[in-house]
């Protein structure tokens, strides 16, 4: 049973860490289908592709499980890869989409700051590398809502038994609203944060620095929750998926981006103690023609 005994947790291990590709394709339909940098692949031959290039650059070394959250049919594995070739670890996650007994889908979002950091290739080498992602019809028509319309957030997609549903619509407000003064609520004061442009630790006051950051980046941004889970076992671990729509210019050109964003948060007595933002820059980048990534 997937949900069990970190059974995810420990097939994505065995995936990246061993190069144990049958102990996957067990556990997948032949509908199943898996996402990777903006491409999703059905099918064993395009699934296999992708699987061996992620394990050739930092597979077959130490993968360390930073955190796990799980409820019902969906799952987040978040680990640090990093292969004999390189010290320097990459960060990703998993969205594993089951039915306790196959899985269905996999989205595999990946820190790509970090992948580039890995295997030490310059911007421009490293969006070629990436495949080619599906094509994005984007709609003519501003997405963003009137003002007066009422916009989703975390308590719509939280079941009201959650603790922290305060602490998280007063995280999605930072995003939106561009409320930073209310980091000093939300964060514990040795609060480790790991953003996407970074490999390295930060802290509450860079999560400011980086809102302002993307919001200057990208031109009437739009922030849009998809999904949340609150892991069974432990209220502390919550898992979001939202993106990020903004217009970007580029050699004079403006281009309306949508930037998926998987974000891990872990509580402790009420505040966010750990935080790690997953964003895959480069394929964005790839995706709408850009030369660099956004960020």
């Known amino acids: 049973m997937l949900n069990k005994?970190?059974?995810?947790?420990?097939?994505?291990?065995?995936?990246?860490?061993?190069?144990?590709?049958?102990?996957?394709?067990?556990?997948?339909?032949?509908?199943?289908?898996?996402q990777q940098?903006?491409?999703?692949?059905?099918?064993?031959?395009?699934?296999?592709?992708?699987?061996?290039?992620?394990?050739?650059?930092?597979?077959?070394?130490?993968?360390?499980?930073?955190?796990?959250?799980?409820?019902?049919?969906h799952t987040v594995v978040h680990i640090n890869a990093a292969n004999k070739a390189n010290s320097n670890p990459v960060n990703m996650a998993l969205y594993f989409h089951h039915n306790d007994e196959y899985?269905?889908?996999?989205?595999?979002?990946?820190?790509?700051?970090?992948y580039q950091h890995a295997i030490e290739a310059d911007c421009s080498q490293?969006?070629?590398?990436?495949?080619?992602?599906?094509?994005?019809?984007?709609?003519?028509?501003?997405?963003?809502l009137h003002p007066k319309t009422s916009h989703m957030t975390p308590a719509n997609l939280v079941d009201g038994n959650c603790p922290h549903i305060d602490a998280l619509n007063n995280w999605w407000s930072m995003w939106v609203d561009k409320q930073l003064s209310l980091a000093s609520d939300i964060y514990a004061d040795e609060a480790r944060v790991e953003l996407s442009h970074s490999y390295l630790d930060n802290d509450s006051d860079d999560i400011k620095s980086y809102i302002i950051k993307l919001t200057k980046t990208l031109k009437r941004s739009y922030f849009q929750l998809e999904d949340i889970i609150v892991d069974a076992k432990s209220s502390d671990k919550v898992a979001i998926k939202w993106f990020v729509d903004g217009d970007i210019t580029s050699n004079g050109t403006n281009t309306r981006v949508s930037v998926p964003v998987l974000t891990i948060l872990t509580f402790a007595q009420g505040q966010i103690s750990h935080e790690s933002m997953l964003v895959?820059?480069?394929?964005?980048?790839?995706?709408?023609?850009?030369?660099?990534?956004?960020?």
């Open 37 to 73: 940098h903006n491409l999703c692949c059905y099918g064993n031959e395009l699934q296999q592709a992708m699987w061996l290039e992620h394990i050739s650059d930092f597979g077959l070394g130490n993968v360390d499980v930073a955190n796990c959250v799980s409820n019902g049919h």
């Open 126 to 144: 490293f969006i070629d590398k990436l495949p080619t992602p599906d094509p994005i019809i984007a709609s003519q028509i501003d997405q963003q």
């Open 280 to 295: 895959d820059w480069h394929a964005t980048a790839k995706q709408f023609g850009l030369k660099q990534a956004i960020i």
């Open 5 to 34: 005994d970190n059974a995810l947790a420990q097939l994505t291990t065995q995936l990246y860490g061993e190069g144990n590709l049958n102990v996957l394709r067990a556990k997948l339909l032949h509908s199943s289908s898996w």
């Open 103 to 114: 899985i269905k889908t996999v989205e595999c979002i990946v820190d790509s700051h970090s």
